[in-house]
């Protein structure tokens, strides 16, 4: 016999999914990188949050290293490409890998990424064209530009996943100096003479100083 008081709820009544595509899984993979990091990007979780299957995320990426790029070229949607009139191509160079440092700071995920993941895509591809035309400007070509580039980015890269994690860890230079002051002076007399230098400079000021000191090694020995 029918319950009377049954309440029949038709599945039409709920909202409808957001068709797949490769933009809604990039979207979501990259929101799941800043949230979790490293391992918030993968293909089951993906698939678990766009409530679908991980086989069906393979119609539209070839692969997790495929994907990858493109949730780090969306996270470097962000980066600023100075284009300040009537300055040097190094200030430009240096404002616009300031920029790049400072997206990848704010979450570590992304900084992990830009480390160990060839980028392509339109961000990607437009910022490696930019770096590449300020060098050309510089009087920098062929295999120095090609292989300047590789260090510049590796470089900021480098310390931007550096600090972010550092921060996300809760690894304070506080506990770094505290480190140092306990190890034995006789054995370590280097790092005891350079343990406020180590420590205490600038973060920009260090940054840029990196930076000046690569474009300086490049300039000296072009190929």
Known sequence: MNNPTRTIISRRSRP???PLSKDIIVKTALALLKSEGSSGLSMRKIAKALDTGPSSLYVYVTNHQELSAYVLDAGMESVLLSNHEGVSWEIRL?????SYLTVLMEFPGVAELALNTIPIG???LALTEYILERLHEAGIHSTSAAWGLDLLMLYASSVAFEQASRDQNGTTLQAISASYR??????????????????????????????????????????
Not at 94 to 98: A, R
Not at 194 to 214: C, K, M, P, Y
């Open 16 to 18: 409808a999914k957001e």
């Open 94 to 98: 240096y404002e616009t890998l300031h």
């Open 122 to 124: 339109p961000h990607s």
């Open 182 to 223: 306990s190890l034995n002076i006789k054995q370590y007399p280097m790092i005891a003479s350079l343990q406020s230098e180590l420590i205490t400079s600038d973060g920009e000021e260090r940054f840029r100083w990196g930076l000046e000191v690569i474009l300086q090694g490049i300039l000296q020995r072009q190929k």
